[in-house]
């Protein structure tokens, strides 16, 4: 059997995706909604992985499900694109091996699948190879390894993980949580007693895939962790990257013009406007960048690189550059805003300012669940959670946060989160 595993080449067509966790590390985005549900290019993040392994050969999908299950039960059914949609509820948050076994009910039996972190941008090229590589783990370097499992690979099979290591080398090959799996991995999960904490991890079953030969799978370019909120930016900033230089295609749709450019705006670099988008007279807006349906962009407005969501607002004046707003975000007149990230429906006042640099080799740091954490971006404005409300003439300082519904005074000065 063993042999079997690793000399015959097996289609995997069932995956269990995990979508169940509560996501505080990316306040204040996802206090109200799953983190799966986060917009990167104006599309679910969910809806990216989902798409991708359908362009993969996966036909079958296992979502498992927890907080706000209901938002991700409404918005993708049982049916998405080519991909059936099963869903298994984790009622507490027990682990990932624990949450695998959730779906174990679902599972075509005798059957390997893969298993993903929904929360995550895996792009279609590593998946391709996970569904024809049975066991294997999708692995990718990063600067901050110490955030995960640092893998050890020698000659292309995986030996060791090491758990979120703290004098980790940057750009270490770290695991992305991308798994492909026999259908003998549950049997391991049933015989494995939970950890201290009561839960039981899906890389305890380690020995067991070395034993067989566990495969690394190494991607460059095909995944983004969403860890923090600010990774809401630097995901979108990947994908638009592909999007311009053709890689990206499949998983958006094209540059396009469907909406109404007054003959007096202009529109330069590859710019998609989605249908009932108005952009007035005087306005420009230089890709990549794309502007969600309904949203009105008024004359004077300079928009750069930035996704803008449905049904907007963008005051005169205003200047948004390298910014993601979610949907029914209302910005003021004469408005500055860098490298931020507005959740659904926030109002920023006139004259509003946010700014996004420190001084040069000074990377931005952020308060996250009460620890002072090294965001590694150079460049960082605000997060305002959903409905926040910034009054006219206030100023936010690089990584501050406004909570969800929380209101900022007129001509306020912030630089710290506002609970």
């Known amino acids: 059997m063993q042999n079997a595993l690793r000399q015959v080449v097996i289609v995997v067509r069932q995956a269990v995706v995990l979508a169940a966790g509560l996501s505080t590390r990316t306040y204040p985005l996802t206090v109200r909604k799953p983190k799966p549900l986060l917009k990167i290019a104006n599309v679910p993040n969910l809806s990216h992985l989902l798409r991708g392994l359908a362009i993969a050969g996966v036909s079958r999908v296992i979502l498992v499900v927890g907080f706000e299950r209901h938002q991700v039960e409404r918005f993708f059914g049982s049916q998405f694109e080519s991909l059936r949609i099963d869903y298994a ?8 091996g624990h949450a695998v076994l959730q779906a174990a009910p679902w599972l075509q039996p005798e059957e390997p699948f893969l298993v993903l972190n929904g929360d995550d941008l895996l792009l279609p090229d590593p998946l391709k190879e996970a569904v024809t590589t049975v066991p294997s783990l999708i692995v990718a370097r990063h600067p901050q390894p110490y955030r995960f499992g640092v893998v050890e690979v020698a000659n292309g099979y995986v030996h ?8 980790a080398t940057p750009n270490a090959l ?7 799996l026999p259908f003998e991995a549950l049997q391991w999960l049933q015989g494995m007693p939970p950890a201290e904490d009561g839960e039981i991890r899906l890389p305890d079953i380690l020995p067991h895939l070395v034993q067989i030969g566990l495969r690394a799978i190494v991607t460059d370019e095909g995944w983004v962790p969403l860890t923090y909120p600010w990774d809401v930016l630097i995901a979108t900033k990947h994908l638009l990257e592909r999007w311009t230089t053709g890689t990206g295609e499949r998983l958006l749709p094209p540059p396009e013009v469907l909406g109404e450019v007054h003959p007096m705006a202009e529109v330069v670099g590859d710019v998609r406007i989605e249908a009932g988008a108005r952009i007035n007279a005087g306005a420009k807006i230089i890709g990549p960048a794309i502007i969600g349906r309904e949203t009105v962009v008024e004359s004077g407005c300079d928009v750069v690189r930035c996704v803008i969501g449905d049904r907007c607002h963008i005051g005169q004046g205003a200047h948004l550059e ?5 949907d029914e975000v209302r910005i003021g007149k004469d408005v500055v ?5 507005l959740g ?5 006042g006139n004259e509003v300012r946010s700014f996004a640099k420190l001084p040069h080799g000074i990377t931005v740091r952020s308060v996250v669940k009460g620890m002072l954490v090294d965001t590694g971006m150079e460049r960082l404005g605000c997060i305002l959670g959903d409905e ?5 003439r206030s100023v936010l300082y690089p990584g501050v946060k406004v909570w969800v519904g929380k209101t900022v005074m007129p001509a306020s000065e912030v630089l710290e989160d506002v609970r």
């Open 89 to 96: 509820v984790q009622e507490q948050a027990l682990g990932t």
């Open 160 to 167: 060791r993980i090491w758990e979120k290591p703290k004098e």
């Open 174 to 180: 770290v695991s992305t949580g991308a798994w492909s």
């Open 322 to 326: 390298d910014c993601v707003l979610m």
């Open 337 to 341: 805003l860098e490298w931020s990230v």
């Open 344 to 348: 659904d429906r926030v109002v920023v």
């Open 388 to 392: 926040a409300r910034i009054g006219d």
